[in-house]
């Protein structure tokens, strides 16, 4: 379709043996007579330009619409169907997304150790292209700010419960949803516990699932010569095959996660969004709210990818980023301060010595926390982990493999801890000092705003929550239409603008007509499936970094 | 009058750039001024190079070549960005203030009714540089 972009008749051929110039200081790249975008379709319809990869962006097309009318009109018959699709495989399979977790991890701290740890993403000389603020902030609004702020003090309460009430069992098996053997009776033994099982859920694990894409497609990408697309990481097992079905096949499951994945996060955060609206100015809450919402979280995300990675998304990350950090200073100072930072210090503890039970794969007796709650999070991180991964491997050249795996395994992690242990332990707090039920009998969406609502300023605090929500979920909607506009253009970063803006739009028109037809959970279910596939992406991951690294230069 | 022309193009579409080419050419002989070729690209693998280093090496090609058909001097600089699509019109206002261009000759398309939402490239930069800008239409 457009052979001026297939190859360049200006530019001299390298003579043989010549090595094509890396991209800054030394890196290997992998030698493929690929060109990027050879099989894309270039078109101008209405005077708007298009550049996309031809038959992932079609099929992806077609299986989005397909699924979608599946779901709405046929509701009441593939609800169960998902739902069972997700029983089966966080129950039957369990073990190994606990197992292929542990791996990730273990990679990742063995990397930071390792002198593989030097080498640098996109060669030995690149400049970084964030600051370290702007970097982290985008780390972190991509990978789990909107969960941080729904699970924040709903996940410690919740297991705390669990833990408190003890284990129950019927027939010899357990019905009770307690974190490992639980601790009935002693409050004190269950907040710890509550809070390591929380942690075990937020901290190493989830970073490491996301460490391992995000550095998988960096290295291919920047040091390699490969497109930014997820079928890149499968260059050291298929070869040059990735550029042709199997690849596609690849890339088309991704955006598939992608798409689903945000548009059913951006339907339930839009639930969450208008409870917390109804709780706190008694706006009626409802579809008009909702879709209110979804339209308006669509088009300020919309306008953000106008502006570019820089002016979008990166100032919105660096803005949340400064609002969530207040608003955890004020959790810790106006609540029990002392208790919150001796608490940071005995939850780590605590989670050291739970995570070896909390992450064996095998012979469970908590099977309901171990397959309902560990796994369920596992598949939807490693469903989320195409999205997250690619967007912080696009921000992350000129970082060392060392300098990357600790702002994105150890630093977010970290965070993570201090971010439950201040609003988890508060509310635990609140009920073991206090005795304040209203957490504990809160609908999961509102505990948020009823632990908030016992401290001061509680209106004040409670819309900051609410802004929170709405811009992690407009930072969300622009990095996920990026990576899926990326990918759908066969790894061009510079695709046109109205690629990405169709994209966004999409995911927002998704949302609304789930929200409106149902099916949101169901679909949630459905995309918690993917995470199987990606398993299996992610463990060819480990492989390809290994391999990767190993070929790079070491100077 | 004019002793620095920048030229913005795009490796990838340098068929489409033709007019705008031969404009700086024509104007450069006239005022004896030498061409500067600019390009942005991402940092990541794209259709004509795989590495910045490529894109920065095929410009360095393109501008010689050019300077040897239309005999003027020719110099060459790439712009990296990590979004190329949303930062060109900052780059390229920034690059004419960075290499001291006097004139910026630029291939745009005709005018159609969503400019109003994405406007082209040569209007936005002529807006915002002091120095003028001769838009070529296509």
């Known amino acids: 379709m457009a052979p001026e972009s297939k190859n360049n008749e200006f530019a001299e051929d390298y003579a043989p043996g010549e090595r094509l110039p890396p991209p800054q200081g030394e890196a290997t790249l992998i030698d493929t007579d690929y060109v990027i975008g050879q099989d894309n379709l270039t078109a101008s319809p209405l005077g708007i330009n298009l550049d996309i990869h031809g038959k992932v962006f079609a099929i992806s097309a077609v299986i989005t619409v397909l699924f979608l009318f599946v779901t709405l009109v046929f509701q009441t018959q593939v609800e169960p169907l998902f739902n069972a699709t997700r029983d089966w495989l966080t129950g039957n399979l369990a073990w190994f997304f606990i197992l292929a977790g542990n791996v990730f991890v273990l990679l990742c701290l063995g990397l930071i150790f390792s002198p593989l740890g030097r080498i640098r993403i996109g060669g030995s000389e690149a400049d970084p292209d964030f600051s370290y603020t702007g970097w982290f902030a985008m780390l972190f609004a991509a990978g789990m700010g909107i969960g941080l702020m729904f699970y924040g003090v709903a996940e410690p309460i919740t297991h705390f419960d669990a833990a408190l009430a003890g284990a129950t069992a019927e027939n010899g098996v357990r019905t009770d949803w307690s974190p490992l053997g639980g601790a009935p009776g002693d409050p004190q033994a269950a907040a710890r516990l509550g809070m390591a099982a929380t942690i075990f859920h937020w901290g190493l694990h989830p970073w490491a699932i996301y460490a391992v894409v995000a550095l998988a497609l960096a290295l291919f990408s920047f040091n390699k010569g490969l497109p930014l697309t997820v079928r890149s990481i499968f260059y050291p097992v298929l070869g040059e095959r990735v550029w042709g079905w199997p690849g596609h096949l690849i890339d088309m499951l991704a955006v598939f996660a992608t798409l689903f994945g945000l548009a059913t996060s951006l339907g339930l955060g839009a639930a969450q969004a208008s409870a917390g609206l109804a709780h706190l100015f008694g706006i009626p809450e409802g579809n008009v709210t909702m879709v209110l919402l979804i339209i308006g979280i669509t088009l300020i995300a919309t306008i953000s990818i106008m502006l570019g990675v820089d002016k979008g998304v990166k100032r919105l990350s660096q803005v949340n980023m400064v609002l969530a950090g207040l608003l955890m200073l004020f959790v810790i100072v106006v609540g029990p301060t002392l208790l919150i930072l001796t608490g940071f210090f005995q939850n780590l503890w605590a989670y050291a010595l739970h995570v070896p039970a909390l992450s064996n794969p095998f012979f469970r007796e908590d099977a309901n926390f171990s397959q309902g709650w560990t796994a369920f999070y596992w598949a939807w991180w490693i469903s989320w982990s195409p999205f997250v991964g690619m967007f912080i491997a696009r921000i992350s050249r000129g970082r060392t493999v060392r300098e990357f795996l600790v702002a994105v395994l150890l630093v977010p992690s970290l965070v993570s801890v201090l971010w439950m242990t201040a609003f988890g332990q508060t509310a635990i707090n609140q009920f073991v000092a206090e005795g304040f039920e209203g957490v504990r009998i809160a609908a999961l969406e509102l505990k948020l705003f009823v632990m908030l609502g016992q401290l001061p300023l509680a209106e004040l605090t409670s819309l900051i929550g609410i802004v929170l929500v709405v811009v992690f979920f407009i930072t969300s909607s622009d990095s996920g239409s990026l990576v899926i506009d990326t990918i759908t253009a066969g790894g061009k970063v510079d695709a046109p603008k109205p690629q990405r803006v169709f994209w966004a739009l999409i995911e927002g028109a998704i949302a609304i007509a789930l929200l409106l037809g149902g099916g949101l959970v169901a679909l949630q279910a459905m995309t918690v499936s993917t995470g199987l596939p990606f398993t299996l992406v992610l463990l060819v991951g480990c492989y390809a970094i290994l391999k990767g690294l190993l070929s790079e230069p070491r100077g | ?138």
């Open chain 2, 1 to 138: 009058m004019y002793h620095r022309i920048m030229v913005p193009i795009d490796l990838a579409h340098v068929g489409a750039l033709e007019p705008a080419l031969r404009v700086a050419a024509d104007i450069a002989r006239l005022y004896q001024a030498v061409i500067c070729y600019v390009s942005v690209t991402a940092n990541t693998p794209g259709s004509v190079a795989r590495t910045p280093a490529e894109y920065d090496r095929k410009l360095t090609a393109f501008a010689t070549q050019q300077g040897v058909e239309h005999g003027q001097p020719t110099e060459s600089r790439v712009l990296i960005s990590h979004d190329p699509v949303a930062d060109l019109d900052d780059l390229l206002v920034k690059a004419v203030a960075d290499i001291g261009a006097d004139l910026v000759v630029m291939q745009t398309h005709l005018p159609r009714k969503l400019d109003a939402l994405l406007p082209a490239h040569g209007g936005k930069v002529a807006t915002r540089t002091p120095v003028s800008v001769l838009l070529v239409r296509s």
